[in-house]
């Protein structure tokens, strides 16, 4: 089994005016860090190039297509991919994602240490809405710039670990892990940028917002016996409150390392991946405890049907 050093790379808050190449800066500073702690592989924020703009209402096609990507990598990343090659450092990061047919996708990818791009993830549980909400505190507009991810939850064998991947609103959802750890996932990486207040319940506040991260994120990686990191995008954007609470867990649960700050921060945890054996192997050993002739309804079924 390998062990590695996992590096969480924590952004601060990226402002609407923020140039790509200057958050590319602080994202090489971080992986520089990371370097000099002997990190194997560093995961970055969902959306880590730009501002949170789904909370912008936008109408002209230009100014939505300027916050995607038609490329990866591209004149901005390049820098990135370079030094991480130098460094020998995989990297996973998110971004806004536009194909050359015209498609919307809110993706994270997954590179070698040789900064080649081995695995590709598109947001699959888009959160929000599609029109202005005059209901919300803020808007929260994913349905409307994104398309659901059409990519699936595949895992990639990279540098000798099964890592999967998945974004933000993905980590609330059993379904997500359950289908990454049916096919032997010991790593699971998670970009976010979570609101510190609920938009439609302002009394949810970052208290149980951090309670309700973690609790999904912790309970992922114990009913899968993988190490999961989600990692934040936080601080303050524009006025608009993004809560941190970066975490890197391993496969029994607990939490090896937490951010403190809202700010540009790492955090690192050593992961011996023969840890996700055990688990695997006696109370999560799907093979012999699964009972899928119950399960149909999962598959079957969207919305709550009460029959009783």
Known sequence: MTVMKIAGAQLGAIQKADSRESVIKRMIALLDEAASKGADLVVYPELALTTFFPRWYMEDQAEIDFWFETEMPNAATQPLFDRAR??????TFGYAEKTPDGHYYNTSIITD?????????RKIHLPGHSEYDTERAFQH?????FEPG???FNVWRNEGVIMGMAICNDRRWPETFRCLGLQGVELVTIGYNTPSVNAQMSAEGLEKRLFHSELSLQAGAYQNATYVAGIAKAGVEDGHPLMGGSIIVDPDGFILA??????????IAECDFAKCDFGKKTIFDFERHRR?????RITSQTGVIVEV
């Open 86 to 91: 130098e460094l020998s450092i995989a990297i």
């Open 113 to 121: 240490r040789q900064a080649n791009i081995v695995g590709k993830y």
């Open 141 to 145: 507009l994913e349905k409307r710039y």
């Open 150 to 152: 059409d990519l699936g």
């Open 258 to 267: 937490r951010a403190v700050t809202e700010e540009d921060e790492l955090i």
């Open 292 to 296: 899928i002739e119950h399960y149909g």
